[in-house]
Structures are given as structure tokens and as C-alpha cells.
């Protein structure tokens, strides 16, 4: 009988779900809203939901599930598999996520942080495959990150490394919502972004965010499209994001020396605007051995990453 896993990415917006067979394939999708506001519970009834029907789907084409495995933002004591604190689930804290649903499903349960799922679904089955180590950073509302060491997830201390959103890249930059100021976050996010973009468009300059922000459709998508039809203002803007992000990348490689550093995320759609600008501050800031050893590599799997990589929490920790 072929193995599959049931992947969840519990987000404070939307629940997705995937069964995936041990070939990768994503075989049976379901997504509907997380309705995080309700509480717990309903979230807990929602995921349950979810992960039944994809239990049942396995059931009728002759899968053998491995397990689940769930992905969710915040603090996440993977050992036990509770939810120490989650800011994006309002009262969503200790709670004993793998507990809970094993009273309602007989397979392993394994919790992981969302970003480091996504993570693992890039080095597994996206961009990082192959690779021993690895950084990957998301760019989308913010900036997560999720570091791979020798094949295995680095959590540090309290379960919160890879925090790269928080990476000082402006001593005297703009304050950040966690207190500090200058984060990459603040500069390189979708938040990031649109902010720059309404304030460019209020200002006297001449530029096509005018009227995106005037009919409401200014969007980091819309703003992109502006950069590629060669609007000055919006190419600043995505420079702007790609040199703050090669200079935290620069610092990721000259302290963790890794093979290559994987940038995903929804910001990446943006790829050619960014890549250019942050190339050159990897250039002249990085030492020039690691620099040159580590490849910086797009995501290949988008929304799918978080579902692959706490899918493959399943496949791969029981074989």
C-alpha cells in the first residue's frame, strides 16, 4: 500500500490542507477560512474537519497515512507538540495541539513553526533539495526565515531562531512593531512595500502609484507591474527592498556559511526587480569564499511549501 501524509498550514487568515503521497505529489487540496477570532475551539473544529475529509480521501484510494503534520505561526514546543503562544491565534497559548487531535486521529501528529515547514518543504522538495544546509526567508505580510543545519531544523534555545525579519539592516531606520528599529521586515515585506508605495504616491512626483492608490488597487503585485513598465518610483521601491535584503542575506552568509539561501514567499513574484540589488550587496559586503559558494535560489514551490514540509514531518521522521 502506498504512504501518504496529511499536511496542514494553520494560518491566522486561512487553513490549507494537502494529502501528499511519498512521490511529492499533492494529490488532494481543501482550504477554507481559519476564523482565528472565534477561538480556539472553532479553529480546532475547523482543523479537525479539514484533516478528516483528507483521512477519508486516503481511505478511498488506498493510502496509507503516515501521519499529519501541522504547521503554525509563533512559538512551538515540538517535542510535545504544544502551541506556546501564537500572535496571529487569538488564545493560543499552551495549547496541546498534538494531544487534542490525537483524541480524533489515530496517526502520529507532529507540530511544527510555520516558517521552519516552510522551510522544510523547500529543502526537501523545492529549491534547497539536495542540499545539506540551507537559510530559507519568506517574504509576504512579513519576513519569516527557517534555518537548516546538517538536515535538521535549528530552533535554538527557546524555539525562536530564524527570526531574519528582525535583522537590523538600519540602525536609524523606521520603527518596527517588535520594538526595535530598522528590521529587514521593514523594508522588504508586502507591508513594507505598500507603505513605500502610498507614500511615494502622495507625494509631488510623477508616477502611475497616483492613480493605483486613487482607484484602490495599489497592491505589491500592481506595483511590481508598475517597476517592470518602467515606473521610476516603483523600481526604487523594489531596489529599495532587494539592497536591504542582500544585506541581510550577507550576514546570514558570512555567519552560517551555508550551500544556498532559498527566498520564497509572495514578495518573490518580484523576482527580477529584487535579485539585482541584492546581488550587489552580497557582492560588497560577504566574504568573497562563502559569497561565492552559496547559491541564492528562488522558491519553487509557493503556497505549497508549508503543506510539503509538514507533510514530509510524516513521511520523513516514519518512514
Not at 198 to 208: D, N, P, R
Request: aromatic share 4%; with cysteine; charged share 20%.
Amino acid at each position: 500500500m502506498q504512504r501518504a501524509a496529511i499536511g496542514v498550514d494553520l494560518g491566522g487568515t486561512n487553513l490549507r490542507f494537502g494529502l501528499v503521497r511519498e512521490d511529492e505529489k499533492i494529490i488532494s487540496r481543501r482550504r477554507t477560512g481559519t476564523m482565528a477570532a472565534e477561538g480556539v475551539e472553532i479553529v480546532l473544529e475547523r482543523l479537525t474537519s479539514g484533516i478528516q475529509t483528507l483521512a477519508m480521501k486516503a481511505e478511498s484510494t488506498g493510502l496509507e497515512v503516515a501521519g499529519i503534520g501541522i504547521g503554525v505561526p509563533g512559538i512551538i514546543s515540538v517535542r510535545d507538540g504544544i502551541v506556546r503562544l501564537s500572535p496571529n491565534l487569538p488564545g493560543w497559548q499552551d495549547v496541546p495541539l498534538r494531544s487534542r487531535l490525537s483524541e480524533s486521529f489515530q496517526y502520529p501528529v507532529y507540530v511544527e513553526n510555520d516558517a521552519n515547514a516552510y522551510a522544510l518543504g523547500e529543502y526537501w522538495f523545492g529549491a534547497g533539495k539536495g542540499a545539506k544546509s540551507m537559510v530559507c526567508i519568506t517574504l509576504g505580510t512579513g519576513v519569516g526565515g527557517g534555518i537548516i543545519l546538517d538536515g535538521h531544523v535549528w530552533r535554538g534555545a527557546d524555539g525562536m531562531a530564524g527570526e531574519v525579519g528582525h535583522i537590523t539592516v538600519n540602525p536609524d531606520g523606521p520603527l518596527c512593531p517588535c520594538g526595535n528599529r530598522g528590521c529587514l521586515e521593514r523594508y522588504s515585506s508586502a507591508t513594507a512595500v505598500m507603505e513605500m508605495a502610498a507614500q511615494a504616491a502622495s507625494g509631488s512626483g510623477k508616477t502611475a502609484l497616483k492613480t493605483l492608490l486613487k482607484s484602490g488597487l495599489l497592491t505589491p503585485e500592481a506595483i511590481a507591474n508598475a517597476a517592470k513598465k518602467g515606473d521610476r518610483e516603483a523600481v526604487r521601491i523594489y531596489s529599495e527592498a532587494g539592497k536591504y535584503l542582500g544585506i541581510a542575506v550577507a550576514d546570514l552568509i558570512d555567519l552560517l556559511n551555508m550551500e544556498c539561501i532559498v527566498i520564497g514567499g509572495g514578495m518573490s513574484g518580484a523576482w527580477e526587480l529584487i535579485i539585482g540589488p541584492l546581488k550587489e550587496e552580497v557582492q560588497a559586503r560577504a566574504f568573497k569564499i562563502p559569497a561565492g559558494r552559496c547559491r541564492i535560489l528562488r522558491g519553487r514551490l509557493k503556497d505549497d511549501a508549508g503543506i510539503l514540509g509538514a507533510a514530509g514531518l510524516a513521511l520523513k521522521t516514519n518512514p
